[in-house]
């Protein structure tokens, strides 16, 4: 991997944080920005993940690359789910909540996780789906031939796509409350759709990895017309992968892999001549403000007032602050943060 080429990976999961501090804006938009963000910036994540994946080539190096994983994404789950969670119940008892009933539930909700965790810990279903992904393909790139794998793969959406047509369409209602009739913990059935778009990284690493102009401009033209029909209310579609919303098994596809098209042939070709050094800095802080920009809302809000501009820029200023000073005075940060380095054993 070249220097030029994880330059613009960087710059491209820089970008797509902003996206992730946008896409938990709390208010009511005009224009449809959250739809179209919603329609790709998660899935690009698990293809992010695929793209760089390399299988175990032995037992030995299975078990090490799922120790690795448990150290840069378990370990900074539990530590920051024990300080927003200790702080949060700091303040309540503060104003007055005595209620050990209500700190009984609102922690079992925490532990269970997934999409009944809500608040503060509303992006916490992606690190433990993403976890679950990854050793669900290490395990079938390693036992599976390629065809079973494919089998396997397509098996996985169709599920993923009955599962989706029963939370939109039989329990009915809003999303959020009809997936949470499902009671599996962490988001572990996220898994089923989440493995899909890993196996796309992986499989299609050369295409994504080296965009070539005739694609990308076919894949603009598809964003641009999605994007319009969607403006003037001729496409109802949506996408929420935490929320089980996925029931559209063309587009689900089509729709996220031709915005990630667009993105990563834009930021390949930008990058040859202009470094991001911002958006290189935010995903360098990715981690911490996945964690705290909706609590970092939540607390702002008691005290200023602001629109989706001001939301952005206060949800990844103060969360990156945050962050340089727990890297550079925390003791074992490196640790906690998930910035833990492993020999190379065979995975990256």
């Known amino acids: ?17 902003i996206l992730v501090v946008i896409g938990h804006y709390p208010k009511d938009l005009d224009y449809p920005l959250l739809t179209y ?26 078990i090490q690359s799922i120790k690795k994983r448990t150290m840069q994404l378990m370990i900074p789950y539990v530590f920051f789910l024990v300080i ?13 909540n005595t209620d050990f009933e209500w700190y009984k539930h609102d922690l079992l909700t925490i532990l269970f996780g997934g999409r009944f965790a809500r608040g503060s810990y509303g992006v916490i279903w992606f690190i433990t789906t993403l976890f679950f992904t990854y050793i669900l393909f290490l395990l079938v ?14 098996l996985c959406y169709v599920l993923a796509q009955l599962e989706s047509f029963y939370v ?9 409350k009809a997936s949470q009739t499902i009671m599996i913990p962490w988001n572990l059935d996220v898994v089923l759709i989440a493995v899909v778009y890993f196996a796309i990284g992986y499989y299609a690493k050369d295409i994504f990895l080296h965009v070539r102009l005739p694609l990308w401009i076919t894949c603009t033209a598809i964003v641009l017309m999605a994007m319009r029909l969607t403006w003037n209310k001729e496409l109802d579609y949506h996408l929420s992968m935490k929320f089980i919303r996925y029931s559209h098994p063309i587009l689900d596809i089509v729709l996220p892999m031709a915005f990630l098209i667009v993105i990563f042939g834009f930021f390949q070709f930008v ?8 958006l290189e ?28 501009l001001g939301y952005t820029l206060i949800c990844l200023i103060i969360p990156l602050i945050i962050s340089v000073i ?20 065979g995975n990256p």
Request: with cysteine; charged share 15%; aromatic share 18%.
């Open 271 to 278: 990058t040859k001549y202009i470094r991001f050094r911002v």
């Open 281 to 308: 800095f935010i995903e360098m802080h990715s981690l911490t403000i996945m964690y705290l920009h909706i609590s970092v809302d939540k607390f702002m809000n008691n005290f200023i007032e602001y629109e989706l």
């Open 84 to 96: 927003i969670t200790c702080l949060r119940y700091v303040l309540a008892f503060m104003t007055g």
């Open 141 to 154: 790139t390693r036992y599976l031939n390629r065809v079973n794998q494919a089998l396997f793969i397509s």
């Open 168 to 176: 939109v369409n039989i329990v009915g209602g809003t999303v959020d």
């Open 326 to 345: 727990m890297k550079r005075f925390m003791p074992f940060s490196t640790l906690l943060m998930g910035n833990f380095r492993f020999k190379n054993v």
């Open 1 to 17: 991997m070249t220097k030029k080429r994880l330059t613009w990976v960087d710059a491209t999961k820089g970008f797509l944080m």
């Open 37 to 62: 963000i919603y329609w790709f910036h998660m899935p690009a994540f698990f293809v992010l993940s695929g793209l760089f994946f390399k299988p175990a080539d032995s037992n030995a190096t299975m």
